[in-house]
């Protein structure tokens, strides 16, 4: 019986695979603008993540800005709209790069800078907790998350899912999944979620060169 149950988990992950690997090869063929792309990224990523709540950032400017939402309430988009640092003066902050510091957990996996023995990233640059209760809990007083925020855990969102839309080293965005819920993202939904966002990274490589 586990193999048959193993057996079907396969067919299943395969079947949704190539379902949101179609969708993307429709928007393709019909869409033309970032912001369309990314509300109908916000539509595959909810059906394979199964989360209350998911939204698609997209570089505009300096920033990340949100592009599209389903779930997030409109106080939350507000707050963490803007992801970009700024001195008292209203000024960008920038690196020795000269990019724009970026903050929260979002900033951290948009701009790269993560530490990947961290058990909370992934080998392709993604951030997954379970508990956001529990990972800050773990982590009181270090800098190895970076500059967060912690304004998901204010909203109750336990699990929390961040997956970096880059390809060919250009970040074009990220697909953020939450859920009040924790534990809600297996194994199997990230990696289907990272492959989202490499085909997303793609598409979006035509549209916003």
Same mark, same amino acid.
């Not at 393709?28 to 792309?37: D, F, R, W």
């Not at 700024?86 to 993560?114: F, M, N, Y």
């Not at 993202?185 to 990696?191: G, N, R, V």
């Given at each position: 019986?586990?193999?048959?149950?193993?057996?079907?988990? !396969?067919?299943?992950?395969?079947? +949704?695979?190539?379902?949101?690997?179609?969708?993307?090869?429709?928007?393709? /063929?019909?869409?033309?603008?970032?912001?369309?792309?990314?509300?109908?990224?916000?539509? +595959?990523?909810?059906?394979?993540?199964?989360?209350?709540?998911?939204?698609?950032?997209?570089? !505009?400017?300096?920033?990340?800005?949100?592009?599209?939402?389903?779930?997030?309430?409109?106080?939350? !988009? %507000?707050?963490?709209?803007?992801?970009?640092?700024? @001195?008292?003066?209203?000024?960008?902050?920038? @690196?020795?790069?000269?990019?724009? +510091?970026?903050?929260?957990?979002?900033?951290?996996?948009?701009?790269?800078?993560?530490?990947?023995?961290?058990?909370?990233?992934?080998?392709?640059?993604?951030?997954?907790? %379970?508990?956001?209760?529990?990972?800050?809990?773990?982590?009181?007083?270090?800098?190895?998350?970076?500059?967060?925020? /912690?304004?998901?855990?204010?909203?109750?969102?336990?699990?929390?899912?961040?997956?970096?839309?880059?390809? @060919?080293? !250009?970040?074009?965005?990220?697909?953020?999944? /939450?859920?009040?819920?924790?534990?809600?993202?297996?194994?199997?939904?990230? @990696?289907?979620?990272? /492959?989202? %966002?490499?085909?997303?990274?793609?598409?979006?490589?035509?549209?916003?060169?």
């Amino acid at each position: 019986m586990a193999v048959l149950a193993h057996g079907h988990s !396969v067919t299943r992950r395969l079947e +949704l695979e190539r379902r949101a690997f179609l969708d993307l090869l429709r928007m393709a /063929n019909t869409l033309s603008e970032p912001k369309e792309i990314a509300q109908q990224l916000v539509v +595959l990523a909810q059906h394979l993540s199964g989360c209350e709540a998911v939204a698609v950032r997209l570089k !505009v400017g300096p920033g990340f800005p949100y592009a599209a939402n389903l779930g997030l309430p409109e106080r939350f !988009v %507000a707050m963490e709209d803007d992801l970009c640092l700024r @001195d008292d003066g209203g000024h960008l902050l920038r @690196d020795e790069q000269r990019q724009p +510091l970026l903050a929260c957990l979002c900033g951290g996996v948009l701009s790269g800078q993560i530490d990947r023995q961290e058990p909370s990233f992934t080998d392709r640059g993604s951030f997954v907790t %379970a508990s956001t209760t529990q990972l800050l809990a773990a982590h009181a007083g270090s800098e190895c998350l970076g500059r967060t925020r /912690n304004r998901c855990q204010a909203a109750g969102y336990e699990t929390v899912g961040l997956f970096p839309i880059r390809r @060919d080293g !250009v970040t074009y965005g990220l697909i953020q999944c /939450n859920d009040r819920r924790p534990r809600r993202l297996s194994a199997e939904t990230i @990696d289907l979620l990272e /492959n989202l %966002a490499a085909s997303a990274a793609h598409l979006l490589q035509l549209t916003m060169a």
